[in-house]
């Protein structure tokens, strides 16, 4: 069992649906993170969450939606987004969101935006 | 802002060379920075992880320095293999966790 788990691997969708993006964690941690991977680009950080509360939010656009239920899972609502958001989106987790911990990835959800 | 660059972009190695990867940040205030590995379409393994107190830290064939005054990062990596072949990312933290692009490197056989 891998320590952070992202589902799906691979989504495909329209400019018009809507679809999440989960991600879990078993390594007992509390902050998890959202980033962005686009070709050619640095990984952007998206959402941070510590203890469940989002401590921050990189100016993401609104179609961007993140929910954390608990400490372990972390999601991604998409609703109308732009072809120029297709990217790898992958999750992290670690221990204390203060700016210390090692952050452990996921293997990364594929989107497209047709 | 602080900004992160490593260099090479790219490194075509034959197998069993020894490599260095270079890591440079602009803003020295740090409190860690780690190398990662990304194979193709998959996601960031953490190879090291160094606090700002230490010099370095070792695993294996790897080997990554710290000079937090001069902002430089090396990832050395002894013996190389083909297994090695995959794009290394450092990454600084103060707060939030700011990346370089990336060196992509490839170990032929």
């Known amino acids: 069992e891998t320590g952070v788990t992202q589902t799906p691997r691979h989504l495909v969708m329209g400019m018009t649906n809507k679809k999440s993006l989960k991600c879990e964690q078993h390594?007992?941690?509390?902050?998890m993170y959202w980033y962005k991977q686009s070709a050619k680009k640095p990984l952007e950080l998206m959402f941070v969450?510590?203890?469940?509360?989002?401590?921050e939010n990189n100016s993401v656009p609104s179609r961007f939606s993140p929910e954390c239920p608990n400490s372990s899972h972390l999601f991604l609502h998409l609703h109308t987004l732009q072809p120029e958001d297709s990217a790898l989106y992958l999750c992290?987790?670690?221990?204390?969101?203060?700016?210390?911990?090692?952050?452990?990835f996921g293997e990364g959800s594929r989107l497209t935006v047709l | 802002k602080q900004e992160v660059t490593q260099i090479p972009a790219a490194l075509s190695v034959p197998e069993g060379e020894n490599l260095v990867l270079n890591c440079s940040f602009t803003d020295s205030a740090i409190y860690n920075l780690q190398w990662f590995r990304q194979d193709p379409g998959k996601g960031l393994t953490s190879l090291l992880l160094?606090?700002?107190?230490?010099r370095e830290q070792t695993s294996g064939r790897l080997n990554a320095s710290l000079d937090k005054s001069s902002g430089r990062s090396t990832l050395y990596i002894a013996a190389s293999q083909p297994g090695d072949s995959a794009t290394y990312l450092c990454a600084v933290r103060r707060g939030e966790l700011i990346f370089g692009t990336g060196t992509r490197l490839q170990v032929f056989p």
């Open positions: 160094i606090q700002s107190s230490q």
């Open positions: 390594l007992g941690h509390n902050a």
């Open positions: 969450y510590n203890f469940k509360e989002q401590t």
């Open positions: 992290a987790s670690s221990q204390g969101g203060g700016g210390t911990g090692e952050l452990f």
